[in-house]
């Protein structure tokens, strides 16, 4: 069982940034985390993910979205227990519900799997949620 917080959501002007943080319980294995958003009456959207063994995984492999790459970066501090994602140059259209998820004993095993793994569906815990509101 993974317990998963966000936090740091907020109101801001086109062009402006935002860190959402999510901090969770501890695990002692092979994990994937990853960032989400979602808008009333669409999918939830896969936004970046990175791989990690618990212990060691402070520069594990990462994955964004096409829709933010370049923009937005996803981190981890393990000694802290908290995922990052770092919002650059926000747009209107990245207004939603953004939220933190986690699947044990997962891993990236090539870039197309990486890539892959940005489905919400394979997650199996998660947070619930930060408003983020993007105005023009």
């Known amino acids: 069982q993974v317990h998963l917080v966000e936090s740091g959501g907020g109101s801001v002007q086109a062009g402006g940034s935002l860190t959402l943080s999510c901090v969770y319980s501890q695990y002692s294995y092979r994990a994937i985390m990853g960032w989400f958003r979602q808008v009333p009456g669409k999918e939830r959207e896969g936004i970046a993910a990175r791989e990690g063994i618990a212990a060691i995984d402070n520069d594990s492999k990462t994955v964004v979205a096409d829709s933010a790459k370049g923009r937005f970066t996803i981190s981890k501090d393990h000694a802290k227990n908290t995922l990052y994602l770092q919002m650059n140059d926000l747009k209107p259209e990245d207004t939603a519900i953004y939220y933190c998820?986690?699947?044990?004993?997962?891993?990236?095993?090539?870039?197309?799997?990486?890539?892959?793994?940005?489905?919400?569906?394979?997650?199996?815990?998660w947070g619930r949620g930060t408003q983020v509101t993007v105005s023009s």
């Open positions: 998820a986690a699947e044990l004993g997962s891993a990236f095993y090539s870039d197309a799997d990486a890539r892959r793994k940005l489905a919400a569906d394979l997650y199996s815990f």
